[in-house]
């Protein structure tokens, strides 16, 4: 479920709550970028299991780094 606090939140905001090990800001960004994410890995890859693979590789690597994310 997209949390409601953070459902107009940019990007770079969620990641400074993420860096703060919110899993409410994390639950947004996912919800907000997991089809695009998902979809183009689909489509290079062009199998599912190799999809949700890369995937979760890629939102375990936003969460674990979000505190390096620099906004300038």
């Known amino acids: 479920?997209?949390?409601q606090l953070f459902q107009a939140?940019?990007?770079?905001?969620?990641?400074?709550?993420?860096?703060q090990r919110s899993e409410a800001?994390?639950?947004a960004f996912y919800d907000r970028h997991s089809t695009v994410v998902?979809?183009?890995?689909r489509k290079i890859l062009r199998t599912t299991t190799?999809?949700?693979?890369?995937?979760?590789?890629v939102f375990v690597r936003v969460w674990n780094?979000?505190?390096?994310y620099d906004t300038s």
């Open 25 to 27: 800001a994390f639950e």
């Open 1 to 3: 479920m997209f949390n």
């Open 65 to 68: 780094k979000a505190g390096e």
């Open 9 to 19: 939140t940019p990007d770079e905001h969620l990641l400074s709550h993420m860096a």
């Open 38 to 41: 998902y979809s183009l890995a």
């Open 50 to 57: 190799d999809a949700e693979e890369v995937m979760q590789d």
